[in-house]
Every structure is written in C-alpha cells, then in structure tokens.
C-alpha cells in the first residue's frame, strides 16, 4: 500500500500537524499564548539557566529523522540498508522513547548515558526534556558539563554555602529530579568517567535518575580507568539509577 502523502509530500510541516495523513510538526513548541501563566513558566525556564533560543522548543523525531534522511534505508530499497542505518533509527526510537515518558508528563526512572556525534539533537532533546518537566511541576537541575559539575562536587564539599551558578545550592541541585549533564569536550574529558560514577552513585542512594551527553563513546570514557569500576557501571542490576542504560550511535565514516 503507498502510504505517500500529496499534502505535506510525505516530509511534514514545519509548524503544523499535516492533515491529511497526521504527521508531526518538524518544529514543536510552547503556545505561551495558550497557557495560563506563561511569565511563571519563562521564569522557570530562565531559572535553570536554559537559554533563550530553546525556549518553548521541543524536541522532535521527526525533525532528527528529517535532518539525517541519507541514514534512513530507501522504502524502495530496505534491502540495501547498512548497519549504520539502523544503529540511527535505534537511536531515535530510543530518544522517543525517554521523550514520551516527559510528555506524559513523568520522569524516567533509569539513568542514561546518550552518545552521538555532534549534529544529533543532544542538547535539544536535553533542554526540550528539562522544560517538559519543569511544565509538570518537577524540580529540574540547570545543564552543566563535567567540569562544572566536578567543581560543584569538590567546592560543596568544602563549603556548605556553595552555590552554584551563583543560584542554586548543593542539595538542591543533587536532589532535582531530572539532571541533564553534558561531558566536556575539553581535554579533561578524560577524567569524565570519576564524575560520571561518582554523581550515579550519589543520585542512585536518593532514588534519582541522571541523564549523560557525550560525544565520546562509553569504551572511550572509561579508557583511563585502571580499576575496571567505570565498566561495572554498565553491568546488568536491579539499581537502575545507578546502572544506567546506554544509547549510542557511532557515526561511520566511508
């Protein structure tokens, strides 16, 4: 059957749902107009530091699968489809999956570590996610890399009127219920995997998830561990704050 669409073309609008056959916008946002209170929810918004061009923006599959239509197979030959390509359409069903847990309105329950190349909607599913959260009434932990958040661990600890970005307090931050953090692209990346472990184990004793961005792969960022601790993180467990589960897309070049 040709499920072809002589409306939108088969591709989808940018703004609108196709009425013909039900696509998603490319681009979903916040109509702040709609809401009862939008200057409450901006100063949420601007609260945990989200910046202004992602604000009322939200991540969208179709919008990832739109910007990377060369890594999807061919309808006319699925046949010729290459590993690489599936890895893709893995990671997008999967980014859906966690998207679709914050549209409803809940939280995940299990922490995650997302690596992709730059270009793959990382960030914007992160501050899409954190502002669906903040929508429901979650209390949500401002985007820091790994070095920030490694300074957070070290300068709390020394000084209980530590706050970070200026804003926020320790516990505060440790206890948000949605974290999103984003491993450095400095150097130091190499140190990632002590903050990694350290925060899944700080979080997981409090019943709390916590989400990773990376652009380096898991064996990666676990290649300067000498004792073998950040790869039993990955290790199948009941403890599913501290064991996270991990979507990965390796991008293949040829």
């Given at each position: ?38 200057t409450e929810f ?192 990955f290790k199948n ?18």
């Open positions: 059957m040709n499920d072809y669409c002589f409306v939108c073309g088969g591709k989808g609008f940018e703004d609108k749902v196709c009425p013909s056959c039900g696509r998603e916008p490319l681009k979903i946002s916040i109509n702040l107009d709609r809401k009862k209170d939008p901006i100063q949420k918004v601007e609260g945990v530091d989200i910046p202004n061009y992602y604000h009322g923006v939200f991540w969208s599959r179709a919008r990832l699968e739109g910007d990377n239509k060369e890594k999807l197979p061919s309808k006319f030959d699925k046949e010729s489809s290459r590993s690489d390509d599936k890895l893709f359409i893995r990671y997008c069903e999967q980014l859906d999956k966690i998207n679709g847990i914050f549209v409803d309105k809940l939280i995940p329950h299990k922490s995650v570590i997302i690596v992709a190349p730059a270009g793959f909607s990382k960030i914007t599913f992160a501050y899409s996610c954190m502002q669906r959260a903040l929508d429901a009434g979650y209390t949500v932990a401002p985007l820091l890399d790994t070095v920030e958040a490694k300074r957070a661990l070290v300068l709390a600890s020394e000084n209980c009127k530590y706050k970070i970005n200026k804003s926020i307090s320790y516990d505060d931050w440790i206890m948000s219920d949605v974290m999103f953090i984003t491993v450095s692209k400095l150097y130091v990346h190499n140190e990632a995997y002590q903050v990694i472990e350290e925060l899944f184990d700080r979080r997981s004793r409090k019943g709390l998830s916590t989400i990773f961005l990376s652009r380096i792969s898991v064996d990666d960022l676990g290649k300067y561990d000498r004792t073998g601790n950040f790869s039993a993180v467990s009941e403890d599913n704050f501290k064991y996270p589960a991990v979507i990965q897309y390796l991008q293949k070049y040829r």
